[in-house]
């Protein structure tokens, strides 16, 4: 059979059913195309509403159901026949300019609707190609190969400096490794879910077996005999015992994600009939041969998801392979999660691709223009993941107006760019989350953070953390540290959050809970005079009344297999700070022992911002900018003195108090700190005042407790 690989319109039944990817071209240009991508990307949301300020009735997006799959499954059918070709939804809507091109190779179903649910987000970032292979198409593996990669090869031509990403589901995975394989010299970028790379004898073989004896005509008698059209009883009987408990392996892989609904059974037997299935069957087993012939030839960057859940035709030990045989491969699992990933509840593709920081239109990743925001949903999603933590230690907030007066707010805080945040590390960052989320609920303001290269990349058998952990920082904005990346991010007039302290810092030892471990070099200064940023010193403290560290950095040298780990994982790590000697060149990486203590609470000072606008000659001196760069870390370091004094008049300082306050005036009300009037009066010794306001909140939590 003749392939064709030209723009191929596919009308359906229903008159408002078109896909025509010419049509779609032509008129998606002319739409509007202000797509997420102005100044929110360089930090700054420019809105006159906060999205962010009140996320709690946030929904996701409203997407097509498994349901709608069904249906435009079945006007696919109705008027099926040729080649495989390509199609593009028209729902995708209008894209964001330089959007790369997205191809969307099929698993098992063939339908090329496998992205039915994210096509509206997807075609936000992404010019989306579909791939469908007719129910009664039989065209060969290679063949299908080939009729892919004149397409790659065709839009690389015409975007020659944009990668070309492919998305493909079990069998299509297989068919999209296969061209990476081919073209080596192409920039593609890979999504391959539950990717099938070997056909697997202990159920492939049996089931093919099993198919060749079952009767050409069992799919009529099942919807004939047993009316399953009709909505007849026994599918429902069916759909229980698939969702038992002890249900074959076969049954939770495949048909229990398809018998959603009797209704849905006629369908899917138009789409896989007996013929179709087996050929299914064939065309995996040619493709997997094919591609395990050069599987050593590919080259592209490679997301793998793999579901928790697929015991159907995957296999664990071929996806480890995988890994280790692809140069630049990253895999994140899918725990709770079936075969059909993409038709599942909770799977958002575009979040998966913000996570894993596989979004680009260049060349190379940008981390500062390639960078989306979160919407309002995956930002409620992100603040519930640390809703527990923020009761816990009910963080406060305090900036300083230009007058030199403490709020508690973040009025202090400028809402224009460039800004660098200047601060102090608490253990293991455990304050950066926090911070990230009251900025922008209140600001309006992504804090773009300096990180750690760990976060960003982990080297195939590397015992660093698994990558999902840094999720968070990441679509938080997150940056890894480098000269680079921070003049980018001024120059975009970004907020940036560094702490000159880094891992040294965040991973301290005993006894230096709030000091500071700053190189001698004020490089940042002159930086940032460049752009005329502002900084904003600030001061965090509370760690020691969160945890009780017992096994920190020396004691963990002194047992030689921890000393063994903590050498291997810093040796796989990109080391920073190689210019410093002594205790601020020591970067190595560990986990300290600590045990948690009964919360207390998490204070946080930004101070008044200094000014480097119109300094520019000036800072150029080294000397004078290593006077402000004293100057930013005296301020730091006053910002936690004035914590730690005045925390210690706060009624609220720790969880109980607290607790009965919220009890008393609702979870919602914010628990009031210490007097700010009197704070600013005087750093000195508790005063009578502060005593009879303790005496006070005593006095009102035992008539509480009376009551």
Known sequence: MAITDRICPIISSVSTRAYNLDFFYRNSIQRSTSVAYGPKHRGTVTATVNPYSCTEA?????????????????????????????????????????SPLLLYLPGIDGTGLGLIRHHRRLGEIFDIWCLHFPVSDRTPSPDIVKLIERTVRSEYYRFPNRPIYIVGESIGACLALDVAASNPDIDLILILA????????????????????????????????????????LAEILETILNGADVAQIGRGIFRDFFATSANLPTLIRTLPKDTLLWKLHLLKSASASLNSHMHTVKAQTLILLSGRDQWLLNKEDIERLHRALPKCEVREFKNNGHFLFLEDGVDLVTIIKFAYFYRRGKTLDYISDYIM????????????????????????????????????????????????????????????????????EKNIMLRGLAHPMMFSKAVGSKLPDMQMFDSARIGGAVPV??????????????????????????????????????????FVRVA??????????????????????????????????????????????????????????????????????????????????????????????????DVYLQVKSEVERCMTYLKMQRESDPYRFIFPRFLYSV????????????????????????????SQRGKVCYEMLTFLMS
């Open 58 to 98: 946030a929904q996701p997006e409203e997407r097509k159901s498994l349901k709608d799959f069904f249906v435009e499954a079945g006007d696919f059918l109705s008027s099926d026949g040729g080649p495989p070709r390509w199609f593009s939804p028209l729902e995708c809507g209008a894209r964001a300019p330089g």
């Open 194 to 233: 539950n990717p099938v790379t070997r056909f697997n004898n202990f159920i492939l073989q049996p089931l093919s077996g099993l198919l060749e004896f079952l009767p050409d005509q069992l799919p009529i008698l099942i919807e004939e005999d047993f009316g399953f059209k009709h909505g007849y009883p």
């Open 374 to 441: 979160p919407t309002p949903f995956e930002f409620k999603e992100f603040e519930e993941s640390q809703r527990l933590v923020t009761a816990a230690i009910s963080p406060v907030f305090f900036s300083t107006l230009e007058n030199g007066t403490i709020v508690r707010s973040l009025s202090g805080i400028p809402s224009e760019g460039p800004v660098i945040y200047v601060g102090n590390h608490m253990l293991l960052g455990i304050e950066l989350l926090q911070l990230a989320i009251h900025v922008l609920k």
């Open 482 to 523: 480098s000269s680079l990346n921070f003049y980018k991010l001024l120059r975009s007039k970004a907020h940036i959050l560094l702490y000159p302290g880094g891992v040294r810092e965040a991973l301290h030892r005993k006894g230096e809970e709030y000091k500071l471990f700053w190189p001698q070099h004020s490089e």
């Open 529 to 626: 005079s460049k752009f005329g940023a502002k900084i904003i010193p600030f001061g965090v403290v509370g760690e020691d009344d969160l945890c009780q560290m017992v096994l920190d950095y020396n004691d963990q040298m002194k047992i030689p297999f921890i000393k063994n780990f903590i050498q291997e994982i810093t040796q796989d790590a990109t080391k920073l700070r190689n210019g410093e000697k002594g205790e601020l060149g020591n970067q190595d990486l560990h986990i300290p022992g600590i045990i948690p203590k009964i919360p207390g609470r998490l204070y946080v000072h930004f101070g008044k911002p200094i000014e480097t606008e119109g300094k520019q000659k000036e800072l150029n001196d080294k000397e004078k900018a290593h």
């Open 664 to 691: 008393s005036h609702g979870f919602s009300s914010q628990i009031p700190t210490f007097d700010l009037y009197q704070a600013s009066e005087s750093y000195g010794e508790e005063d009578e005042s502060k005593t």
